[in-house]
């Protein structure tokens, strides 16, 4: 029997960033893909409901044309049919550019469902097939509950809502975590009544309980925000009238939206094959740095292993992964910063260690208000609060939550920061131009720089050569 050097299941990001070590080392593999190709980013994640929020957040700066002495604005008119074509179109745009790289592929691209029989073959369309090593990269699906199938269409998910032929009148989305945040203010900005629903008392995967409180204060001003309870759904099946509950409110809605979370797709992958022992959700113990399970010739990747569902985490997994299983010897990788950017307005972001995990520690906390802060108010963005961590005993940076008008920036320069293992005082070198927003994360840093033991009085180093030959 022909074996392969390795089998990749799953051509999702992980899958497909897994693929482009391999076939670089060697050109016995085979990658098996169930459904449709193109990954969950590009045909029903990342990208369509970043499509759908930058035409909600276009739409909604009428609201602040008046201020800037735009008149009109109560003319404009939104179709709902134009939004959602606009956004196949660009969507199908990104899927194609995602097949081109499996398309030289020929018959080592297999549609199927792919099932472990054992850690070295792999059962697909009814054949047997051999392999040194196997990476699994079977990404993740929509959790719903079994009882709210009997709504039929008028549920949706995040993999139909962007099919929709025009947007619903009103909608209750449930579960306020990255997908149920991004996709309600969307809607509400689209003019879709929409009702939010949370389990938590915090959203969009914030710790911080000052950075939950003002971003839940601001996202009530758009929408009603109901946290704190369970949700449920019933449909009355003599008038179709939908309903969900919590525990102080009823409503009536044309549909639910369920960002209840996301399941791994291991249910039938054949991991009790395997012979380690699984946790309850059916996952076994898979080693970050190498992403191998046990010490098998098998890898989980990517949204599967739910370490961190996030798109850029998988394609590092997937680069582990075809890394490992292509080289003689197992490569250990170091992460990166954790970053999480949920793309609401203001963004809400949480980078390195978050509040949570931070709680027990040594810390201070430098803070900041946007309300207040001069490039923001230019902008009529002045909303939200940014708080950033450091060690108490040498001021090295540690983390960081926001809520902030360009969040998505803060973070990305606190990620560097925090990765460059740099202190307050180091970030406060920097020069921060005039005007712009990043005076604010200076602000902030300043405050934490006050709390600390006192280093220098000034943001600016000394200049140690001032008495040096050359200057004399
Ligand atoms: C609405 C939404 C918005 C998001 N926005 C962002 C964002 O802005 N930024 C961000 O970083 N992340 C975002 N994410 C998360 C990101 O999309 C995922 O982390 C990422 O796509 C996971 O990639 P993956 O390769 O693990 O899985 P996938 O891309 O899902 O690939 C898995 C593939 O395996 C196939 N498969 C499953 N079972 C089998 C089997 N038994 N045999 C063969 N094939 C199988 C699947 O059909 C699929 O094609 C978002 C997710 C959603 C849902
Ligand atoms: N911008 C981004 O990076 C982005 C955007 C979307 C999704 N994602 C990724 O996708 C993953 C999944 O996101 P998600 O928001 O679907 O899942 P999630 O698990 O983060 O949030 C789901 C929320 O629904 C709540 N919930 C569950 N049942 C409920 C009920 N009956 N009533 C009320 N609330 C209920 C849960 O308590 C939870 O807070 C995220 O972890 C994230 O990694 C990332």
């Known amino acids: 029997m022909h074996k392969f050097d390795v089998i990749?299941?799953?051509?999702?990001?992980?899958?497909?960033?897994?693929?482009?070590?391999?076939?670089?080392?060697?050109?016995?593999?085979?990658?098996?893909?169930?459904?449709?190709?193109?990954?969950?980013?590009?045909?029903?994640?990342?990208?369509?409901?970043?499509?759908?929020?930058?035409a909600a957040n276009a739409f909604h700066r009428r609201f602040n044309f008046g201020e800037f002495g735009i008149m009109g604005a109560d003319q404009l008119e939104l179709d709902g049919?134009?939004?959602?074509?606009?956004?196949?179109?660009?969507?199908?745009?990104?899927?194609?550019?995602?097949?081109?790289?499996?398309?030289?592929?020929?018959?080592?691209?297999?549609?199927?469902?792919?099932?472990?029989?054992?850690p070295d073959q792999v059962m697909v369309n009814g054949e047997k097939l051999s392999a040194h090593k196997i990476i699994i990269a079977t990404g993740s699906r929509p959790v719903v509950?079994?009882?709210?199938?009997?709504?039929?269409?008028?549920?949706?998910?995040?993999?139909?809502?962007?099919?929709?032929d025009t947007l619903p009148k009103s909608i209750a989305v449930i579960g306020m975590g990255p997908v149920g945040l991004e996709m309600i203010q969307a809607l509400s900005r689209l003019g879709v009544h929409v009702t939010g629903f949370g389990f938590r008392s915090s959203v969009g995967g914030i710790s911080d309980p000052f950075i939950n409180q003002t971003a839940v204060k601001l996202l009530s001003e758009e929408f009603p925000l109901y946290l704190?309870?369970?949700?449920?759904?019933?449909?009355?099946?003599?008038?179709?009238?939908?309903?969900?509950?919590?525990?102080?409110?009823?409503?009536?809605?044309d549909s639910v939206l369920a960002a209840l979370g996301?399941?791994?797709?291991?249910?039938?992958?054949?991991?009790?094959?395997?012979?380690v022992p699984l946790d309850e959700k059916g996952l076994p113990s898979v080693n970050p740095i190498t992403l191998q399970i046990a010490d098998l010739p098998?890898?989980?990747?990517?949204?599967?292993?739910?370490?961190?569902?996030?798109?850029?985490?998988?394609?590092?997994?997937?680069?582990?992964?075809?890394l490992n299983t292509t080289s003689e010897e197992?490569?250990?990788?170091?992460?990166?910063?954790?970053?999480?950017?949920?793309?609401?307005?203001?963004?809400?972001?949480?980078?390195?260690?978050?509040?949570?995990?931070?709680?027990h520690e040594n810390i201070q906390i430098g803070e900041v208000s946007f309300s207040n802060q001069g490039r923001a108010r230019s902008a009529q963005s002045n909303r939200g609060a940014l708080r950033v961590y450091a060690a108490a005993n040498d001021g090295r940076l540690l983390g960081a939550e926001m809520c902030a008008p360009a969040g998505e920036h803060f973070a990305h320069l606190l990620a560097l920061a925090i990765d460059q293992s740099l202190s307050v005082w180091d970030l406060l070198r920097i020069p921060f131009y005039h005007p712009v927003l990043e005076e604010g994360l200076r602000t902030a840093l300043r405050n934490l720089a006050s709390k600390l033991p006192a280093c220098s009085k000034s943001d600016l180093a000394a200049c140690d050569s001032f008495n040096s030959e050359a200057l004399d």
Request: charged content about 25%.
């Open 81 to 118: 049919k134009k939004v959602l074509q606009r956004l196949r179109r660009l969507r199908d745009d990104f899927v194609t550019s995602t097949l081109k790289i499996t398309n030289d592929l020929g018959e080592r691209a297999i549609s199927g469902r792919a099932r472990i029989l054992s």
């Open 298 to 322: 098998v890898f989980l990747a990517g949204d599967a292993n739910q370490r961190l569902p996030l798109l850029h985490e998988a394609a590092d997994d997937g680069h582990i992964a075809g």
């Open 330 to 359: 197992l490569i250990y990788f170091k992460r990166r910063v954790p970053l999480a950017i949920v793309f609401a307005d203001p963004n809400i972001a949480v980078v390195g260690q978050s509040f949570h995990s931070l709680e």
């Open 8 to 54: 990749i299941i799953g051509a999702g990001s992980a899958g497909l960033s897994a693929l482009r070590e391999v076939r670089k080392r060697t050109d016995n593999f085979v990658l098996i893909n169930d459904g449709p190709w193109g990954t969950t980013c590009a045909r029903v994640g990342c990208m369509p409901s970043k499509l759908l929020i930058e």
């Open 228 to 253: 704190g309870s369970k949700a449920s759904v019933a449909i009355n099946p003599d008038n179709n009238v939908l309903t969900v509950r919590a525990e102080n409110i009823e409503i009536e809605v």
């Open 262 to 275: 996301r399941q791994p797709n291991i249910d039938d992958i054949g991991l009790d094959t395997l012979d």
């Open 145 to 164: 509950p079994k009882n709210w199938l009997n709504l039929g269409k008028r549920l949706l998910t995040t993999d139909t809502l962007f099919e929709l």
